[in-house]
């Protein structure tokens, strides 16, 4: 997954059927007979609604540098 779509709240659903029936940048675009509307739906409703995962901070070195 892709963190900072995760759980986003301001996300429109017709900007999303658009980037990816368009495309963006590297993104290539998505014909209907590839990635369904229904399918767009999901991964829609899974963005809006998904927890952010926790990020862990590392632990601090005990060796000297």
Known sequence: PVPSL???K???LD???TIVRQG???MPP???TELSDA???????HIISAKPS???????STKAP
Do not use: H, M, N, S
Not at 39 to 45: C, F, G, K, L, Q
Not at 54 to 60: G, I, L, Q, W, Y
């Open 15 to 17: 900007y999303l059927r």
């Open 54 to 60: 926790e990020t862990v901070p590392a632990k601090p």
């Open 30 to 32: 998505f014909r209907p």
């Open 39 to 45: 399918e767009i739906d999901e991964i829609y409703a």
């Open 6 to 8: 995760i759980g986003r």
């Open 24 to 26: 963006l940048i590297e």
């Open 10 to 12: 301001d996300l429109e």
